[in-house]
């Protein structure tokens, strides 16, 4: 059976060491392509594009891992900016838009890390809290520059997190930001001990998840194992699936955000 390829989302870098020069580049930590290649895949990094690209990248991959990276302009989801919120990136918030809308539609595996979570909530119409420590009282979600936290997540049962064989269990994380609103067609299917929404599906889908945590930076396989056992199942032709559920989506993601 041949290996599904999923597409990573990379993130523009102004100025990165390339031999002797320093050039723009595209990156992503090594850890996602390994993370995924270890579960069965092969792997290929989407660097930013227009957003118009995104329909014909999708079709060639089997499923998208959306990564994680800076804060969601919070224009995006109805918000003025915090004053701890960004930087933002409008390009990449874009393109992962366009990424995460192209997946969606044509039922193509998807599976959002951390910004990638929040911004496949803003995509379904959710909002965010800006800064979690002014809701939760603590940074125990944030680690320090170069070194993540770790707590526990509880996975729900009956949902498709809590199908993986997954116990309350530590996991590594670096985030201020959480969801808040809920997306349309999302569930929650995880929660720290804190209660804040740690993870989400889409049960209607054929495999959307969002954790807000780091998986690929941990020793857990679960997630890019079932993210792989759902890349190799073949789509479901769009036009028989149920009316889709981001059509109430994005908030307008034009000017004057973008
Ligand atoms: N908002 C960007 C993802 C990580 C964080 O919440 O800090």
Wanted: aromatic share 6%; with cysteine; charged share 20%.
């Amino acid at each position: 059976m041949p290996k599904p390829l999923i597409g990573i989302s990379t993130y523009h870098e102004e100025s990165a060491r390339w031999g002797a020069w320093q050039q723009p580049a595209a990156l992503v930590p090594l850890n996602y392509p390994e993370y995924f290649r270890r579960a069965g895949a092969l792997t290929v990094l989407l660097p930013p594009d227009e957003p118009d690209a995104a329909v014909e990248t999708v079709e060639r991959l089997d499923a998208v891992v959306i990564a994680g990276g800076p804060d969601v302009r919070p224009q995006r989801y109805g918000a003025q900016p915090h004053p701890r919120s960004g930087p933002h990136n409008d390009a990449r918030d874009l393109w992962e838009i366009a990424l995460i809308e192209a997946a969606l539609a044509s039922n193509t595996p998807l599976l959002a890390i951390c910004r990638g979570m929040q911004l496949l909530n803003v995509v379904l119409g959710g909002t965010l809290i800006q800064h979690l420590p002014d809701v939760v009282g603590h940074g125990e979600h944030s680690g320090s520059p170069g070194a993540m936290a770790a707590h526990v997540v509880e996975p729900i049962p009956g949902t498709l997190f809590g199908s993986l064989g997954v116990e309350a269990y530590e996991v590594p994380t670096f985030h201020h930001q959480a969801v808040d609103r809920l997306g349309n067609g999302l569930v929650v299917c995880a929660r720290a001990r804190d209660g804040i929404v740690e993870a989400v599906e889409a049960p209607n889908e054929k495999f959307v998840l969002g954790v807000q945590w780091h998986p690929e930076a941990g020793r857990d396989t679960r997630v890019a194992d079932a993210l792989v056992a759902a890349a190799r199942r073949p789509h479901l032709v769009p036009a028989q699936r149920p009316e889709t559920l981001h059509a109430a989506a994005v908030a307008d993601t034009s000017s004057p955000v973008a």
